[in-house]
């Protein structure tokens, strides 16, 4: 059992991904939220260089098992609109029994 955190650059991102994880059995569940994140520009359009930006986003956490986590990736680099998506992968100490019997139904 794992979980996959993957910050989306808006919400409408986050549902295509989510829904087409959920349908192909690839994630039990997929929760989404609205996020700000705070990054220091490198090469910024504006010019700003070394400034530090905001941007609205979603944030997803992708819980599956083990063997869906490729695909799972290469659903998310297609779907994904710009720049290069964060994966990280999440591996988990302890997870309630009847959530880990679900999960596993869900996505065999």
């Known amino acids: 059992m794992i979980f996959i955190y993957v ?3 808006n919400m409408d991102t986050a549902k295509t991904i989510a829904k087409l994880l959920v349908e192909k059995k690839m994630a039990g569940k997929v929760d989404i939220m609205p996020t700000n994140s705070f990054f ?7 010019g700003e260089a070394g400034g530090v930006s905001e941007v609205s986003g979603a944030t997803m956490i992708i819980m599956t098992i083990d063997r869906h986590i490729q695909a ?15 994966m ?10 009847d ?10």
């Open 88 to 97: 990280a992968t999440i591996a988990l100490f302890r997870l309630n029994r």
């Open 7 to 9: 910050p989306c650059q």
């Open 99 to 108: 959530f880990k019997d679900w999960l596993i139904s869900s996505t065999s």
């Open 40 to 46: 220091r520009n490198n090469d910024p359009p504006s």
């Open 72 to 86: 799972i990736e290469d659903i998310v680099r297609e779907h994904y609109q710009d720049g290069v998506p964060c």
